[in-house]
């Protein structure tokens, strides 16, 4: 029976580990949530200890096909997988789902990295600030800006000193999102294109509500590594 292992606990990840038919499948779990959405089949939670650690994994488990259908962000990790899949011959393919796209009335402001991001924001901002956890040190700096800091965990020093942390996963709907903005008097989003519809209720509300975004665009592929957006796509090459 065909081996697939399944790169990542987001959406896409869950959605083709129950498509697949036919093959044993391990899906694996970076285990940095502290209570993760379980994907049908085998899980592995914890990591790999870098590329050569994925690639002695992939061998010792006699995988057949790699699926890195990580978090769009989650560069380490993807960069892990296209290294392992050279060194082991394993084909990889990465799922990810589309980027957004601005609509009428949307301001936005895309930047390179977080780093940009913490830059861009005009002093004595009142932020929304939706790029998770571990992100919050990249803003420390910016003692002359409030923040309003969302993640599912709570994040680690350092913070920024004027934070209020809001644990909560989504999804999330427009009208708790607006709420959001006029309880904290919001004036600037700032986000990561992750894409998906879980979390896109805070543009619809910040486009609604006349709010700046500061968006910080994802990170390309590896050179060389595949991509599709579509599980059933990822489900039948998996399997094919």
């Given at each position: 029976m065909r081996r697939v292992l399944i790169l990542g606990g987001t959406a896409e990840a869950r959605a083709?580990?129950?498509?697949?038919?036919?093959?044993?499948?391990?899906?694996?779990?970076?285990?940095?949530?502290?209570?993760?959405?379980?994907?049908?089949?085998?899980?592995?939670?914890?990591?790999?200890?870098g590329a050569e650690g994925l690639a002695a994994w992939l061998r010792e488990h006699r995988i057949d096909r790699l699926v890195d259908a990580t978090h769009p962000f989650a560069e380490r990790m993807t960069a892990s997988a296209a290294r392992a899949s050279r060194l082991t011959g394993v084909p990889l393919l990465a799922l990810r789902r589309p980027g957004w796209d601005e609509e009428d009335g949307d301001d936005w402001r895309r930047v390179p990295s977080l780093p940009d991001a913490a830059a861009a924001l005009p002093g004595g901002a009142r932020v929304f600030l939706t790029t998770g956890r571990r992100s919050l040190p990249v803003f420390a700096g910016r003692t002359d800006a409030w923040f309003l800091a969302r993640s599912v965990d709570p994040p680690e020093p350092p913070v920024p000193p004027n934070v209020r942390v809001l644990l909560a996963r989504g999804p999330y709907t427009v009208d708790g999102e607006h709420a959001l903005i006029r309880e904290h008097r919001l004036d600037v989003?700032?986000?990561?294109?992750?894409?998906?519809?879980?979390?896109?209720?805070?543009?619809?509300?910040?486009?609604?509500?006349?709010?700046?975004?500061?968006?910080?665009?994802?990170?390309?592929?590896?050179?060389?590594?595949?991509?599709?957006?579509?599980a059933a796509a990822a489900a039948d090459w998996a399997q094919g």
């Open positions: 083709l580990a129950a498509r697949l038919t036919g093959v044993h499948v391990v899906s694996s779990l970076a285990g940095r949530v502290s209570d993760p959405r379980l994907p049908a089949g085998e899980v592995h939670i914890g990591g790999f200890g989003l700032v986000t990561k294109d992750s894409g998906g519809a879980m979390t896109r209720a805070k543009l619809t509300a910040a486009r609604e509500a006349g709010l700046p975004v500061v968006m910080v665009d994802r990170p390309a592929l590896p050179e060389g590594v595949r991509a599709t957006a579509d």
